[in-house]
Structure formats: structure tokens, C-alpha cells
């Protein structure tokens, strides 16, 4: 009974390059949701997809990032051209149903750091 | 805008009985979660509180009352294993957004 995969579990890339960051979510989950982590923090909501479908990316910068949820293949969150201030660790987490369930499993998370 | 307030930190000996708040002030709330994380690895479901009162889940319990904007968790029998960072986390935006609380850092000691 595999939970929320994530992978890479640690990523280094240097300012300007491209960062991928994928999420299997768990059996029969459809529902897909990104988190950010900096140091010391808590999780910032980014973004909450469901298969080919963005449903709600308020917490997403502007510019650089970008995730999907394709119909077949994990959810991948982007980032183009990363900065410093990029750093962090990114948690997927997935449901079954939003509106019956109140439950969200998390992955063990990417780190990202960029040198 | 939407935030949720816990102490930063916590100290308790082992088999004692700790008390974690949490204060929030959100729009289109739906209930209250709490997660564990371990070292900054994966957030840890452990309750859920979609009306008032209590709920008990083993050594845990946690406790809402909306009227107060205020829930908090309850930890019994402390173990040392126990030691790790707790968030409140208020379901919102319909039920599918988490929004995290600040977060306490739990030290348990012998």
C-alpha cells in the first residue's frame, strides 16, 4: 500500500536552471496538492490540481512556476530559471474526495537547493 | 488575510500531559487538522475537527470551538518519540486548501 511518492528526494541546481519535481500520489487519489517549506516554517499552500486540471494555483508565483496533473503520469511542479530564493523543500500531498474527505497525505518531500 | 498563531515551542517530561493551541482567523473555514513533522520530513496526519468538541484518537485528542476561533491538541502519556514539530491546519477555500499554522516545536524530556 504505497503512500505519496516524490522524487528526487534532493535536487541541487545552480541559478537559471530548469527544476522538476514529481508526485505520484496514492492509490486512487485524484487529487493532487503542492506545498512549500522554508526553513523554520510552516507549509504554503501553492496549488491543487486533479487529472488535467488545474482547480486552484492562488498560492503559485506569478512567474516561473508551473504545475500539471496529465491523465497519465505523476503531477510535476516546474520551475524555470530558479533563484536562490528558490530553496526549499516542496511536499505533494493527495485525497480521495475534497468534499467527503478531510484528509491529506503528504510525500516525504524534495529539497531543493540552488547553488 | 489568513493566519493561524501557535506557540513557537514547548517543553514536557516524558508521561506528562501537553496542551498545543492554536488561534486562527481565516475566511471559508471548513474545520481544523494537525500534522506532526519529524526533522522536516513528511507531515503526519493525526486529527481532524470539522464540528466543535473533542475528538480522541488514541494518545491524541484535539478540540475546536468555532465560536472562539480556537482549537488545540492534546498530547497524553508522552513519549520521547514524541518530539517533533506540530501545525495546526485550517481547511479552506472549499476543502481542498490546507493553510498551515506557524508551528511548535515539541521537546520532550527524561
Known amino acids: 500500500n504505497a503512500g505519496v511518492m516524490q522524487n528526487p528526494r534532493h535536487l541541487v541546481r545552480r541559478r537559471g536552471q530548469e527544476a522538476r519535481l514529481r508526485c505520484s500520489p496514492m492509490?486512487?487519489?485524484?487529487?493532487v496538492y503542492w506545498y512549500r517549506q522554508l526553513p523554520e516554517e510552516g507549509l504554503k499552500f501553492m496549488v491543487y490540481l486533479q487529472k488535467e486540471n488545474i482547480i486552484d494555483e492562488s498560492g503559485m508565483p506569478k512567474e516561473r512556476f508551473s504545475a500539471e496533473f496529465p491523465k497519465e503520469g505523476p503531477s510535476i511542479l516546474r520551475i524555470q530559471q530558479v533563484v536562490r530564493g528558490d530553496s526549499a523543500a516542496y511536499f505533494c500531498a493527495s485525497s480521495l474526495i475534497p468534499e467527503v474527505t478531510d484528509t491529506q497525505y503528504f510525500g516525504p518531500g524534495t529539497r531543493l537547493t540552488v547553488l | 488575510g489568513q493566519s493561524l498563531e501557535q506557540p513557537s515551542e514547548v517543553t514536557a517530561v516524558e508521561g506528562a500531559i501537553v496542551q498545543i493551541n492554536c488561534t486562527y482567523q481565516t475566511s471559508g473555514f471548513y474545520g481544523l487538522s494537525w500534522y506532526q513533522q519529524h526533522d522536516g520530513g513528511a507531515p503526519t496526519f493525526l486529527s481532524y475537527n470539522g464540528l466543535d468538541g473533542l475528538e480522541e484518537t488514541g494518545r491524541f485528542s484535539s478540540f475546536l470551538s468555532r465560536s472562539d476561533s480556537y482549537g488545540y491538541l492534546l498530547l497524553q502519556e508522552l513519549q520521547m518519540k514524541d518530539s517533533a514539530s506540530y501545525f495546526c491546519?485550517?481547511?479552506?477555500?472549499?476543502?481542498?486548501?490546507?493553510?498551515f499554522g506557524t508551528g511548535t516545536q515539541l521537546k520532550v524530556e527524561l
Open positions: 491546519a485550517a481547511l479552506t477555500g472549499g476543502g481542498n486548501k490546507l493553510t
Open positions: 492509490k486512487g487519489h485524484s487529487h
